[in-house]
Every structure is written in structure tokens, then in C-alpha cells.
């Protein structure tokens, strides 16, 4: 073929002298594949997928993803629960084999050999046989993978509290608290604060005081002799101040 033949220079590129038709390429010689990926099949995959995604779209108005109150990294009785996907390692992690000092043997070394048995199995089993009888060791590996997914998902659903999780992430709405107040620095400069929180709002070892309906008297009584989890004695202070105090958190609504 000569330099130049059928292209017209234009400028410094070349264009072609003839135009030819868009005409999907005939793969009738081939079974299965009659028709162009461009723009045929990737047209339907698009429109498939357009749908798909209006699906999702819809679902996650219709349905928000369900929110918990804002993360507190100091609440050591906060019971955490990946999504669904994880849930099996998250089971792994809860037997001794694979917790505590073996964490490591639960978080990396066993689930890398599962892996990494499932990524291999091609190369284990490469005969030509595609019927599953044939195929023994990489039909074994899959179905004991997909097997030990489902028993360990199932049984980190079924062990989990669900009540206690709702609880602990509930969204509260948070009282307006006057933190210049008198009766707040009291009660910021006593152990209280480390069980109940700057806000009041409670925790794992100790409830909110806000809107509790107690009076001051009530909240003294408390204070001094304890109340279920609370020992007695924990208040170092004058008496005036755990006055204060009490009409402090008595007023909290």
C-alpha cells in the first residue's frame, strides 16, 4: 500500500477520502455472538444497569440508612456490628482460637488462607471439565467457603443483642445546658462527670440526668447513699454546694 493512499491531508492529520457506514461486523460464524459489544450490547448493559441504579436511588429515599447518635470513642460498652458483609469475620473474632492473643490468627492468617485457597482453585483444578462432579477440589473449596459464610454470618445475627444495640444508638436530643453555670462547675469537678458525661446524657455505667423529674432533695438523697450502680460517698463537697448541685440537675429538662 502506498504512502498516502486514500487519505487527504488536512492540515497535519489525515482524514479519510471515503466514509463508510456504521455496519455492525457479522459474528454469525461465531455461535453465541451475532451481534457488535459496540454499541449493541453495551447499550442493553447501560440500559440495565440505568434501571438498577433508579432502583437503588428509589429504595434509599424510600428507606434512609438508619443513624445512631454521634460516636463517642470513650464509651468502652458500645457493642459494634459491621455491616452484613463482614458479619462472618466479625463472628471469627468472637472465638478464642481466633481472639484475644490470636487475633491475629482471626483477623489475617485464617481468612488469608481461605482467600487465597478460593483465589488458587482455578490453578488446583484446571482440567477441561466443567460438569461440578468432575471438578472435585474446586467444587469442595467453594461450597466449604460459601458454606462457613453463611454459618458464621447466621450465628453472629442470631447472637447478637439487638435490643441493647438500638438502645446504645438511639439519638437523644441533647439539653440545652448552661456549662458557665454555678451547679455545672460543681459537677464537672467530681468523679460524676467521668459516668454520666459532659452533657448528661448518660452512658454505659450510668443514665442521663437530664429530665429525670427528681427533686433536689431526691438528688441529694442519691448522691449520698448511692443508687444501683452509684456507690454511696462519691460527692466531695460542701453541703451547700451539693445543694447547688441537686438544684442544678433537678432543673435540667
Given at each position: 500500500?502506498?504512502?498516502?493512499?486514500?487519505?487527504?491531508?488536512?492540515?497535519?492529520?489525515?482524514?479519510?477520502?471515503?466514509?463508510?457506514?456504521?455496519?455492525?461486523?457479522?459474528?454469525?460464524?461465531?455461535?453465541?455472538?451475532?451481534?457488535?459489544?459496540?454499541?449493541?450490547?453495551?447499550?442493553?448493559?447501560?440500559?440495565?444497569?440505568?434501571?438498577?441504579?433508579?432502583?437503588?436511588?428509589?429504595?434509599?429515599?424510600?428507606?434512609p440508612?438508619?443513624?445512631?447518635?454521634?460516636?463517642?470513642?470513650?464509651?468502652?460498652?458500645?457493642?459494634?456490628?459491621?455491616?452484613?458483609?463482614?458479619?462472618?469475620?466479625?463472628?471469627?473474632?468472637?472465638?478464642?482460637?481466633?481472639?484475644?492473643?490470636?487475633?491475629?490468627?482471626?483477623?489475617?492468617?485464617?481468612?488469608?488462607?481461605?482467600?487465597?485457597?478460593?483465589?488458587?482453585?482455578?490453578?488446583?483444578?484446571?482440567?477441561?471439565?466443567?460438569?461440578?462432579?468432575?471438578?472435585?477440589?474446586?467444587?469442595?473449596?467453594?461450597?466449604?467457603?460459601?458454606a462457613?459464610?453463611?454459618?458464621?454470618?447466621?450465628?453472629?445475627?442470631?447472637?447478637?443483642?439487638?435490643?441493647?444495640?438500638?438502645?446504645?444508638?438511639?439519638?437523644?436530643?441533647?439539653?440545652?445546658?448552661?456549662?458557665?453555670?454555678?451547679?455545672?462547675?460543681?459537677?464537672?469537678?467530681?468523679?460524676?462527670i467521668?459516668?454520666?458525661?459532659?452533657?448528661?446524657?448518660?452512658?454505659?455505667?450510668?443514665p442521663?440526668?437530664?429530665?429525670?423529674?427528681?427533686?433536689?432533695?431526691?438528688?441529694?438523697?442519691?448522691?449520698?447513699?448511692?443508687?444501683?450502680?452509684?456507690?454511696?460517698?462519691?460527692?466531695?463537697?460542701?453541703?451547700?454546694?451539693?445543694?447547688?448541685?441537686?438544684?442544678?440537675i433537678?432543673?435540667?429538662?
Amino acid at each position: 500500500m502506498h504512502r498516502g493512499k486514500g487519505m487527504k491531508f488536512v492540515g497535519d492529520s489525515r482524514v479519510s477520502a471515503e466514509k463508510k457506514p456504521n455496519i455492525p461486523k457479522d459474528y454469525s460464524e461465531y455461535p453465541g455472538k451475532t451481534e457488535a459489544f459496540w454499541p449493541n450490547f453495551l447499550l442493553k448493559e447501560w440500559m440495565v444497569g440505568a434501571v438498577f441504579l433508579v432502583g437503588y436511588l428509589s429504595l434509599t429515599v424510600a428507606h434512609p440508612s438508619p443513624l445512631e447518635r454521634m460516636a463517642d470513642p470513650t464509651d468502652a460498652g458500645y457493642i459494634p456490628l459491621p455491616d452484613w458483609y463482614f458479619l462472618f469475620l466479625y463472628q471469627l473474632l468472637k472465638y478464642e482460637f481466633a481472639s484475644g492473643p490470636y487475633t491475629v490468627m482471626g483477623a489475617l492468617i485464617m481468612p488469608g488462607l481461605a482467600f487465597g485457597a478460593l483465589l488458587l482453585a482455578p490453578w488446583l483444578d484446571n482440567g477441561p471439565e466443567r460438569r461440578p462432579t468432575r471438578r472435585p477440589i474446586a467444587v469442595s473449596l467453594m461450597l466449604l467457603g460459601v458454606a462457613a459464610t453463611i454459618f458464621l454470618t447466621w450465628e453472629s445475627v442470631v447472637n447478637h443483642d439487638w435490643e441493647a444495640a438500638a438502645k446504645q444508638g438511639a439519638i437523644v436530643a441533647e439539653a440545652e445546658i448552661d456549662k458557665e453555670s454555678e451547679g455545672y462547675q460543681i459537677y464537672a469537678t467530681q468523679s460524676c462527670i467521668n459516668c454520666h458525661g459532659e452533657t448528661l446524657a448518660g452512658g454505659p455505667a450510668a443514665p442521663g440526668l437530664v429530665g429525670t423529674g427528681l427533686t433536689p432533695d431526691d438528688v441529694k438523697n442519691i448522691v449520698i447513699n448511692g443508687q444501683g450502680n452509684m456507690p454511696a460517698g462519691q460527692f466531695n463537697g460542701t453541703d451547700e454546694e451539693l445543694q447547688k448541685l441537686a438544684e442544678f440537675i433537678s432543673t435540667l429538662e
